[in-house]
């Protein structure tokens, strides 16, 4: 009887793996057709100032309006968009987008604002990338200090390339963030060398800040490691007031995180900022300095 189970639980198995791969190309088919389809989207979640209450910046996080399965989020297509060779061009779509929509509220009169964009690992290592991104940049008018480039540990694992595009990218004006800190390609020797601004804490270190005491100490290091590299730091995955607590307590410079507000599209964004901008402020009031 056992055996006759394992055995269908091996049919199963494979005929869920069949359709699963059947699925996926599928999926692949159409992303190859997303692009010329305009079915990609930006949403936008604000990052705080934790001294002001300040919305400061926004990251722009893709999403995909599937003709039949709705609103993907990157977790279900990114992956095969960089099997496929496709992120290079999601991806600089994604730079185009946030920068000629950064311009564009800063042409309507919204006060200036810096927007960060993703960058994968591949489109890190595209052999002309600072030569698009000098292009997008004059071609929207946008000053450069508006625009943010979020990379991973993993893009210094080209240790002497990744310096020099850096380098260049720094040499633009563009800002640069590591994102994920403390998940990848753990090497310190990248941050005394790289030219960074800002670290943000993932948000696997920030989601037990206050029940688990090695979070706690870890983000506390990472802080202060930070700081003592002329670095900011911003807090991704803040749910919670008292996670915000303990990252003020700790001088983190900025957070991100569902407890302000989740990622929303330019237009909400454009119609909610009052409000939104009002409900912040009030939940970032600091209880400690008062
Ligand atoms: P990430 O860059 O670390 O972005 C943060 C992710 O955490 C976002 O998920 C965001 O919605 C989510 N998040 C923000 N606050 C909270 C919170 O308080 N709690 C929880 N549980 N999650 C929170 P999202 O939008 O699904 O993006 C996932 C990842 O996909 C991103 O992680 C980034 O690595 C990648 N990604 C997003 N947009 C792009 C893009 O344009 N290009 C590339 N190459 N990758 C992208
Ligand atoms: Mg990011
Ligand atoms: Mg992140
Ligand atoms: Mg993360």
């Known amino acids: 009887q056992a055996k006759s189970q394992g055995k269908n639980r091996y049919a ?3 005929s869920e793996l069949l359709v699963d791969s059947v699925e996926e190309l599928q999926l692949e088919a159409d992303l190859r057709k997303a692009l010329d389809q305009n079915e990609f989207v930006l949403h936008y979640q604000p990052q705080i100032n934790n001294k002001t209450g300040k919305i400061v910046g926004l990251e722009a996080l893709i999403r995909w309006q599937h003709p039949k399965l709705g609103l993907l989020y990157p977790g279900k297509f990114i992956k095969l968009a960089e099997d496929s060779g ?5 991806g600089e779509w994604v730079i185009k987008e946030a920068c000629t929509q950064n311009k564009k509220w800063q042409e309507d009169g ?3 604002i810096k927007i960060a964009v993703n960058l994968s690992t591949q489109q890190f290592l595209t ?4 030569k698009f991104m000098e292009g997008v940049l004059n071609e929207a008018g946008l000053d450069p200090k508006y625009l943010v480039v979020e990379i991973t540990e993993y893009m210094a694992m080209e240790y002497d390339y990744s310096l020099k595009v850096l380098q260049q990218l720094k040499a633009l004006g563009i800002c640069i963030s590591i994102d994920d800190f403390g998940t990848g390609y753990s090497s310190l020797k990248y941050l005394k060398d790289f030219p960074v601004d800002y670290i943000k804490i993932d948000k696997s270190f920030v989601g037990e800040i206050i029940e688990d005491n090695n979070d706690a100490v870890i983000v506390k290091a990472i802080i202060t490691l930070a700081h003592n590299l002329s670095m900011e730091v911003i807090a991704e995955g803040v ?3 008292a996670q915000l607590e303990f990252l003020q ?5 900025k957070t991100q995180g569902y407890f302000f507000s989740k990622a929303i599209s330019a237009e909400e964004f454009e119609q909610d900022y009052h409000t939104l901008q009002k409900q912040i402020k009030s939940k970032n009031e600091r209880i400690m300095d008062k």
């Open 12 to 14: 199963v198995y494979t």
């Open 86 to 90: 496709l992120i290079t061009q999601i």
């Open 110 to 112: 919204w006060e200036p």
């Open 127 to 130: 052999q002309d990338l600072v």
């Open 239 to 241: 749910e919670t007031k």
């Open 249 to 253: 307590q700790y001088h983190c410079d």
